[in-house]
């Protein structure tokens, strides 16, 4: 089992971290995870992708080549990484963006959803939300990736890390 994942936005949206987040909580659920990223060279704005790649064994190739999963949260990254995904990769974007007709696309609220808790927190409910879709991390073990790398507002990301669950649990 190899399962791929893209998530893109812009600088100041957390997309790094929501890697780190996500292979994190696939390590403690005791599977391999690889987390990869690119940025541009401006500190905010400029546009930002993390990899994730999990696995059920030794992790050979650490960039996504094929992903299963790309998650857009700007207009910018949705023409970049989802538009151009793979046949067969399942393109989430945010609801804010306009994607006109790709019928692969489908329209999560993961910034409104944010916006009612905690805006900085974006990143956990998209990640939330992947683990969710996919089954493939618990509920305790991004909880506990969360307390890990954010100790300081890990009530408020546990809002965000349900919200996230609920939203996928909701699609499915």
């Known amino acids: 089992?190899?399962?791929?994942?893209?998530?893109?936005?812009?600088?100041?949206?957390?997309?790094?971290?929501?890697?780190?987040?996500?292979?994190?909580?696939?390590?403690?659920?005791?599977?391999?995870?690889?987390?990869?990223?690119?940025?541009?060279?401006?500190?905010?704005?400029?546009?930002?992708?993390?990899?994730?790649?999990?696995?059920?064994?030794?992790?050979?190739?650490?960039?996504?080549?094929?992903?299963?999963?790309?998650?857009?949260?700007?207009?910018?990254?949705?023409?970049?990484?989802?538009?151009?995904?793979?046949?067969?990769?399942k393109v989430y974007v945010d609801s804010s963006i306009e994607v006109g007709e790709d019928s692969r696309a489908v329209s999560v609220p993961i910034m409104n959803v944010a916006k009612e808790i905690s805006l900085r927190s974006a990143n956990v409910v998209a990640v939330a939300f992947l683990a969710g879709l996919t089954g493939l991390i618990s509920k305790e073990n991004l909880q506990a990736a969360l307390k890990e790398q954010f100790p300081r507002f890990y009530e408020t990301n546990l809002k965000c890390a349900e919200a996230g669950y609920e939203m996928a649990e909701n699609l499915q």
């Open 1 to 89: 089992m190899r399962t791929e994942f893209r998530i893109s936005g812009s600088g100041g949206q957390g997309v790094i971290t929501a890697g780190i987040m996500l292979a994190n909580a696939a390590v403690r659920s005791g599977i391999y995870a690889v987390q990869s990223q690119s940025y541009g060279p401006e500190a905010r704005g400029g546009s930002s992708k993390a990899e994730v790649v999990i696995s059920d064994v030794e992790i050979d190739y650490p960039k996504a080549v094929s992903p299963q999963y790309a998650l857009c949260l700007t207009k910018e990254s949705y023409i970049a990484y989802g538009k151009t995904a793979p046949e067969g990769t």
